[in-house]
């Protein structure tokens, strides 16, 4: 069983800048895909970002392109969602997700283990 914990949310200005984490344990980190999804009140879930096993490739949803960018590092097991230029559309709680295919992948249907979410409000 892998079990993620988030941290880093909180209240910002528009145009702010937010980090996040995600703590990854229960299983080798290297073996799980990552990835960011976010949920606004009355609103389905949907794709942030998502972080290949290395690292190595990245993909994003075209509403946070060129302002967020997502990053691993293994050794820490820890995955990062670094938040520039934020807007009040970004507000919503924001959830860590794994999975362990190969590939990255934006369907929530997808991942398998989720954090608990962390809340991010972006006042405007």
């Known amino acids: 069983q892998v079990q993620l914990e988030e941290s880093g949310g909180g209240l910002v200005q528009a145009g702010g800048s937010l980090s996040l984490s995600c703590v990854a344990s229960?299983?080798?980190?290297?073996?799980?895909?990552m990835g960011w999804f976010r949920q606004a009140p009355g609103k389905e879930r949907e794709f942030v970002a998502a972080?290949?096993?290395?690292?190595?490739?990245?993909a994003y949803a075209e509403s946070v392109k060129g302002r967020f960018t997502v990053s691993r590092d293994n050794v820490k097991s820890t995955v990062y969602l670094r938040m520039n230029s934020l807007k009040s559309d970004d507000t919503a709680v924001y959830y860590c997700?794994?999975?362990?295919?190969?590939?990255?992948?934006?369907?929530?249907?997808?991942?398998?283990?989720w954090g608990q979410g962390t809340q991010v409000t972006v006042s405007s």
């Open positions: 997700a794994a999975h362990g295919r190969w590939g990255m992948r934006t369907d929530v249907g997808e991942y398998d283990y």
């Open positions: 229960g299983r080798t980190v290297s073996s799980l895909a």
């Open positions: 972080v290949s096993r290395g690292g190595g490739q990245t």
